[in-house]
């Protein structure tokens, strides 16, 4: 697989119909269940993200896992390779949008974890797991100095339990210096 070398990158995931992007990759060993590309909220009332947030408007698509059903299976999503060798200092960010219509701490409470594939090891949970926040779209920027290189970010996210109240969605993904 090429490594994406070109900066800044930025993934809207507003691709004609919600496909998925070139280069990530949608693990398909990993449970029955698979991440959702959607533009005008999820299924779940109250669970989701109403619109994307690149638009803010239903224009637009964001990356997300349907709480119903596939209890206890992590579904995942893999950027691409970055090769940031010639960066000074590589940033990786995202947004993302978690919200439990039960409330935080609640059994119905998901968890969106954030591995990191570098030089051929897996880091799991490289920041704190993501879990219920708020009803709206947050941001997460990383400093990614320390990992001069080649490197992917995996998107895992563990459904909890028998319910439908927890979807989590990620939206506008990048890479820059």
């Given at each position: 697989?090429?490594?994406?070398?070109?900066?800044?990158?930025?993934?809207?995931?507003?691709?004609?119909?919600?496909?998925?992007?070139?280069?990530?990759?949608?693990?398909?060993?990993?449970?029955?269940?698979?991440?959702?590309?959607?533009?005008?909220?999820?299924?779940?009332?109250?669970?989701?993200?109403?619109?994307?947030?690149?638009?803010?408007?239903?224009?637009?698509?964001?990356?997300?896992?349907?709480?119903?059903?596939?209890?206890?299976?992590?579904?995942?999503l893999i950027t691409p390779c970055f090769d940031v060798s010639?960066?000074?200092?590589?940033?990786?960010?995202?947004?993302?949008h978690s919200n439990n219509a039960d409330g935080p701490a609640?059994?119905?409470?998901?968890?969106?974890?954030?591995?990191?594939?570098?030089?051929?090891?897996?880091?799991?949970?490289?920041?704190?797991?993501?879990?219920?926040?708020?009803?709206?779209?947050?941001?997460?920027?990383?400093?990614m100095s320390n990992f001069i290189g080649v490197f992917a970010?995996?998107?895992?996210?563990?459904?909890?339990?028998?319910?439908?109240?927890?979807?989590?969605?990620?939206?506008?993904?990048?890479?820059?210096?």
């Open positions: 697989v090429a490594s994406i070398s070109t900066f800044p990158y930025f993934e809207t995931f507003d691709n004609p119909g919600g496909a998925l992007p070139a280069n990530w990759i949608q693990q398909v060993d990993d449970s029955g269940q698979d991440w959702l590309f959607d533009n005008a909220g999820t299924p779940s009332t109250n669970t989701g993200p109403p619109v994307d947030h690149t638009f803010g408007t239903a224009a637009g698509y964001y990356a997300y896992v349907e709480d119903s059903g596939f209890e206890n299976d992590s579904v995942t010639a960066m000074n200092a590589p940033e990786f960010s995202f947004w993302y609640a059994a119905s409470e998901n968890e969106m974890h954030i591995d990191l594939l570098y030089n051929g090891t897996i880091t799991y949970d490289f920041i704190p797991a993501i879990v219920h926040k708020d009803n709206n779209w947050n941001e997460v920027v990383i400093d970010i995996r998107f895992r996210v563990n459904n909890a339990n028998a319910d439908f109240t927890h979807d989590i969605a990620i939206d506008d993904v990048g890479v820059k210096d």
